[in-house]
């Protein structure tokens, strides 16, 4: 078993900067791909960003890249995805996800944040 959190997100203006954090404990983070998706009110979940176990492999959906940076740290079992240039569509809950192999779909994913909402006003 993989236990995510999420952390850091909040209120911010458009143009604004936010980095998440998701922690992981239970089995070796090193060995898990990552992966961020976003979901906005009345919308289906999105796929945002992925880092493979190594950090030498990273996708990015279009419409943030540019703009987020996935990346991750093993000594502290924690992923992030700083997010720069952020716009109101960018609002939505962010979830976290840890999976044996990258993946843009939700569904090639195993464990799950509980997620951290992303406000960004106009």
């Known amino acids: 078993q993989v236990r995510l959190v999420e952390s850091g997100g909040g209120l911010v203006q458009a143009g604004g900067s936010l980095r998440l954090s998701c922690a992981a404990s239970?089995?070796?983070?090193?060995?898990?791909?990552m992966g961020w998706f976003r979901q906005a009110p009345g919308k289906e979940r999105e796929f945002v960003a992925a880092?493979?176990?190594?950090?030498?492999?990273?996708w990015y959906a279009d419409s943030v890249k540019g703009r987020f940076t996935i990346s991750r740290d093993d000594a502290k079992n924690t992923v992030y995805l700083q997010m720069n240039s952020l716009k109101p569509d960018d609002t939505a809950i962010y979830y976290c996800?840890?999976?044996?192999?990258?993946?843009?779909?939700?569904?090639?994913?195993?464990?799950w944040g509980q997620g951290a909402q992303v406000t960004v006003s106009s």
């Open positions: 239970g089995r070796t983070f090193s060995s898990f791909a």
């Open positions: 996800a840890a999976s044996t192999y990258p993946s843009t779909r939700s569904t090639g994913y195993d464990y």
């Open positions: 880092i493979n176990w190594s950090g030498t492999g990273t």
